[in-house]
């Protein structure tokens, strides 16, 4: 059984558009999402550097537009026949555009004005998040809790990303939970997943009231609880709550296991939740769609695994 799943915001590296936008008609999708949510997804995907496509507002509609071209870029979702999608943060707006629950078109505007309101959010407190790498989960939640820290990503495979003031994270990176071997700051620029992401889920359910969405013609895992979600009018709920609410991919990866999961793909830039996998699911095969040269294996992997 294959699972596709989408990253989230991090993933994202200067310049690696470029390979995607070299595929038959990619260059003229992209410029139509780009014209139809008023940024320029190729200048960032190709042009960009770190700092640019770090803007909250950038990376977001920057990554699912990378996600939904990289899947297409391995044939329509009948020939794909995940049995499950999945997303991280993010990501979970590209695998609502794999079910079915929104047309692209509706993916990329949703995330362009929920990227715009979490970077306002943002802007209101300076803060930002940290990778825990090693630890008990349990020690680690309960220390970065005495800190003022939110546990906002409990990414299972003994990873946890503690999220919060500046002031508070660097406290962090001097009094790290026992056992935890590093922290690592990541490439994103506010506390997501947490309180102060508040404002946005304002904005962001104004943005959702406008769209219809259709029931998931996949099994659709949420990050609220790692369970699969059967309507599409659950999803747009769980998919504007998530912003300010921490993402279990812990759970999800549980899910996957009860699923039966075998392979494992995910979108590009794919790597990181291809990571985690390998640590949490021993047996499962991987693969990370990070450039066109790697689809090939992508479909050796499908003709192997899917439904």
Not at 87 to 104: K, N, Q, R
Not at 240 to 245: I, R, S, Y
Not at 260 to 271: D, K, L, Q, Y
Not at 275 to 280: H, Q
Request: charged share 20%.
């Amino acid at each position: 059984m294959l699972v596709l799943v989408a990253p989230g915001q991090g993933a994202q590296t200067p310049g690696f558009l470029t390979p995607w936008l070299e595929l038959p008609g990619a260059a003229d999708r992209v410029a139509a999402w780009s014209d139809a949510i008023g940024l320029d997804l190729a200048h960032y995907g190709t042009q960009a550097d770190a700092d640019a496509i770090r803007d909250t507002s950038v990376a977001q509609p920057l990554l699912v537009a990378a996600g939904i071209l990289s899947a297409s870029a391995l044939g329509d979702m009948a020939t794909i026949a995940p049995g499950a999608v999945a997303g991280h943060s993010v990501g979970e707006i590209t695998a609502a555009a794999f079910a079915g629950v929104l047309d692209e078109a509706a993916a990329l505007t949703l995330v362009r004005k929920r990227g715009l309101a979490m970077a306002d959010a943002a802007a209101i407190t300076e803060t930002g998040m940290s990778a825990l790498l090693g630890g008990d989960p349990e020690v680690s939640v309960a220390h970065l809790e005495k800190l003022g820290l939110t546990p906002a990503n409990v990414n299972g495979a003994g990873q946890i990303v503690a999220a919060g003031t500046l002031e508070q994270l660097a406290v962090l990176n001097e009094d790290k939970p026992e056992g935890v071997r590093k922290v690592v700051p990541l490439k994103v620029a506010g506390a997501f997943h947490t309180h102060h992401m508040a404002p946005a889920v304002d904005a962001l359910a104004k943005a959702a009231a406008d769209l219809t969405p259709a029931d998931p013609t996949l099994t659709y895992v949420s990050n609220k609880d790692g369970q699969t979600v059967a309507t599409g009018a659950e999803v747009l709920e769980r998919l504007v709550g998530q912003v300010a609410n921490p993402v279990r991919w812990d759970l999800c990866m549980e899910t996957f296991k009860e699923l039966g999961v075998t392979a494992f793909i995910e979108v590009s830039p794919g790597g990181t939740l291809v990571g985690l996998a390998k640590r949490a699911l021993p047996g499962v095969k991987t693969l990370a769609l990070k450039t066109p040269d790697d689809l090939d294996a992508a479909r050796e992997l499908i003709a192997e695994h899917s439904a």
